[in-house]
């Protein structure tokens, strides 16, 4: 598609369960982002991939986190056991290239999770 | 490390009048700085962005910013708003990191508000 593409947009768990966030990058961008964007707050780094390979996962809050991107294209950011904290929205961005000055990032319009 | 200060959380103007959103930023290293702007319930849009070369920088939508290294500043200008400018606005550094990758990191946002 023309855009990054993130589903659902909205999600409802409650506190214990299971998510999974999906986002479609732009069709051969390199790098792959994950953002999280609390209430009231900037957008906080969680991770990056390059193709298949996730080479930064530093922003990762806790074990709980976990994101794959297992063919290089389609990427998906799990939540366990949510918790109440964890309500934000997930912003999915992606760049055609993984060199150092590429700043061609597109943003999805995010996953809004809110955690009951 | 790097971080970035948006010295107002909110911003209310008249419309038609002119206005600027501060932003500082710290940093031991050369930067790239950025502006994007998020209409409600969307993903974040670039504005404008300095790489390199003239510290004036034009943007989209009639915005402008300007680089200033003394000052540690990347302030944003429009010198004439309009009510679709309402929005959030987010002041970023961009980090170059081994491997050959980027990320932003982002201040809280400024919420503007264009009044009739």
């Known amino acids: 598609g023309a855009g990054v593409s993130q589903s659902p947009r909205y999600k409802v768990a409650k506190r214990g369960q299971d998510v999974a966030l999906r986002c479609d990058p732009i069709?051969?961008?390199?790098?792959l982002f994950w953002y999280q964007q609390a209430l009231g707050q900037g957008p906080e780094f969680l991770t990056y991939?390059?193709?298949?390979?996730?080479?930064?996962k530093s922003g990762l809050p806790s074990d709980r986190f976990f994101a794959e991107r297992p063919e290089g294209s389609v990427s998906t950011l799990k939540i366990q056991r949510t918790q109440q904290e964890d309500s934000a929205v997930y912003l999915c961005?992606?760049?055609?290239?993984?060199?150092?000055?590429?700043?061609?990032?597109?943003f999805g319009s995010g996953t809004r999770l809110t955690v009951v | 490390a790097q971080s970035v200060t948006q010295l107002d959380s909110q911003v209310p103007v008249f419309e038609e009048a002119p206005v600027e959103l501060r932003c500082n930023y710290s940093?031991?290293?050369?930067?790239?700085l950025f502006w994007y702007v998020q209409y409600p319930n969307q993903g974040l849009q670039l504005l404008l962005k300095?790489?390199?070369?003239?510290?004036l920088v034009k943007g989209i939508n009639g915005f402008e910013a300007e680089f200033n290294k003394s000052q540690t500043s990347f302030h944003l200008r429009k010198p004439s708003v309009h009510i679709s400018d309402t929005a959030e606005y987010f002041c970023?550094?961009?980090?170059?990191?081994?491997?050959?990758?980027?990320?932003?990191?982002f201040g809280a946002g400024t919420r503007l508000a264009v009044h009739p």
């Open positions: 069709s051969g961008h390199v790098s």
């Open positions: 970023a550094v961009g980090r170059g990191l081994s491997g050959g990758y980027n990320k932003l990191i």
């Open positions: 991939f390059q193709n298949e390979a996730q080479l930064d």
């Open positions: 300095y790489l390199s070369g003239s510290t």
């Open positions: 940093s031991s290293v050369s930067v790239y």
């Open positions: 961005a992606s760049s055609p290239s993984g060199v150092q000055g590429d700043y061609g990032y597109t």
